[in-house]
């Protein structure tokens, strides 16, 4: 018959086996994001699948496919890029009118197209279609730069300019809304106040991310990279909030005085 353990050494044991438990969980999580980052889930059949893999990188290509726009519309088969011209520099959404296999598309902030593949930066990351009707944003720089196509099939796509509302310092309305910002600050705040989803995309040639996903009252503050052309994505449509947004006024420069020669006195 065996000794019965005491309760120091049972709640040592326990311990033990909680610390190799987060170690274990860790240590699973950190080969999971290493092994399976292009593991993903398929949007239009819920389907997992290494996709990034299949669809080879064509930035990494010495001499890629380019696919040509015919009017409004571009499409193509597999992977390649599409050359945006400087015409290129107000907000473009993306809607895909076939998509035959996981679509994604990243962007250069200016054209790396000239330099050895080796050499090239990876794009920034725009988003995917992954089903008819699916829309993205692009924010072209206003420069020679490429539009990166990320796919195993067929595709084709509807490029739309985007009509957006210029904002200098302060905006309020309620709704959907496309803000564009030229300027110098890199902050705003954003605020709603209602009820209602409060969704905000910051959209640029340099970064592509939803920093608010909140309901009903909001007071945040969003900062983001400097660029010629920033875009803010505003989804609330779905109660009866008004939203504000105030940018940032910039720091002036530090003012310094001489003293007079009754002050040195």
Known sequence: MSAPVSAAAGRSIRFFSIVVWIAGTITAMVLASVMLSDYLINPRTGELGFYGAEARNPWSDESPQRFERDGSVWRGSGSGYIELTAADDEPIELTATRIDAFTTFRIWPSSQIDVPAADRRLPLALGYLGDA???????????RTQLWVQSTGDWEFAARRITSTPIEDTLSGSGNAYLAYRGDALSARFEHHGTGIFFVSLVSVRENERPIIETDEVDSRVSWDEAPLVVFVIEADTGDGEWTVTIDELAGPTQTTTPTEQEQE
């Open 133 to 143: 009707g699916d829309t993205t944003l692009v924010v072209p720089p206003g420069e």
